[in-house]
């Protein structure tokens, strides 16, 4: 089955620091997703993106981020300068189109110090 | 925000047995979902269901869209210990978004 590929799988930086979530989602894939999980919390939409904008966001997702497709591949997340609370697992996810299976990636472990 | 209240929040079980667990919103829900979550990885989609009084199997996994399209229950017959993780409905709320909100979870513990 195809895969969501996400990469680091773990990061650690320092408060303040700006971090880099980078993603591949599914190649013939044309919707892209953000989500984070606080450690034993449920899962919680950040933005999702299509045809080179965000369609919709939370209100988790303030000016602190902003998400990229540099290129035909990737999909990255960054956060300009973390604080402790974005500790948190950041999932990508991918889809198709409308209704179809909506795949997650096996996620980044943040940890903000 | 919305919220997806699931019950139990967590089940140990014996092998064999069977597992239902629900999930209850306040408002109308247009799309149902179940997925699980295995330790360290994202949710896997298991059971999707896009219309009231729908009821969709998936092997030993039985789910449906509740009539008043706020809640659904998920079922596993004959747990094995594979079986184990955290399982979370999740939904949209209209048509106009593709954003899922997601329920609280339900832990699962089976023993052989």
């Known amino acids: 089955e195809p895969e969501v590929t996400q990469t680091p799988s773990h990061q650690v930086t320092q408060m303040g620091q700006e971090v880099i979530l980078r993603c591949v989602p599914i190649?013939?894939?044309?919707?892209f997703y953000w989500y984070r999980q606080i450690l034993g919390q449920k899962v919680e939409f950040l933005v999702s993106f299509y045809n080179n904008e965000i369609s919709e966001k939370s209100e988790i997702f303030d000016d602190q981020f902003s998400v990229e497709r540099p290129d035909g591949s990737n999909f990255t997340l960054k956060i300009r300068s973390t604080k402790l609370e974005d500790s948190a697992m950041y999932f990508c996810?991918?889809?198709?189109?409308?209704?179809?299976?909506?795949?997650f990636g096996s996620g980044t472990q943040l940890s903000v110090l | 925000g919305q919220q997806l209240n699931q019950s139990p929040q967590s089940m140990f079980i014996q092998e064999g047995e069977d597992v239902s667990m629900n999930c209850t919103s306040s408002?109308?829900?247009?799309?149902w979902l179940w997925y699980k979550q295995d330790p360290g990885e994202g949710p896997v989609l298991l059971i999707a269901l896009y219309k009231a009084g729908e009821l969709t199997s998936n092997g030993r996994l039985t789910a449906q869209f509740g009539i008043t399209r706020k809640d659904s229950f998920l079922n596993i017959s004959a747990s094995i210990p594979s079986d184990v993780g955290i399982y979370f409905c999740a939904g949209n709320e209209n048509y106009n978004t593709d954003k899922l909100i997601f329920g609280t979870g339900t832990r699962l513990q089976v023993f052989p």
């Open positions: 190649s013939n894939h044309l919707y």
């Open positions: 408002s109308i829900f247009n799309t």
């Open positions: 996810a991918s889809i198709w189109g409308a209704n179809e299976k909506l795949f």
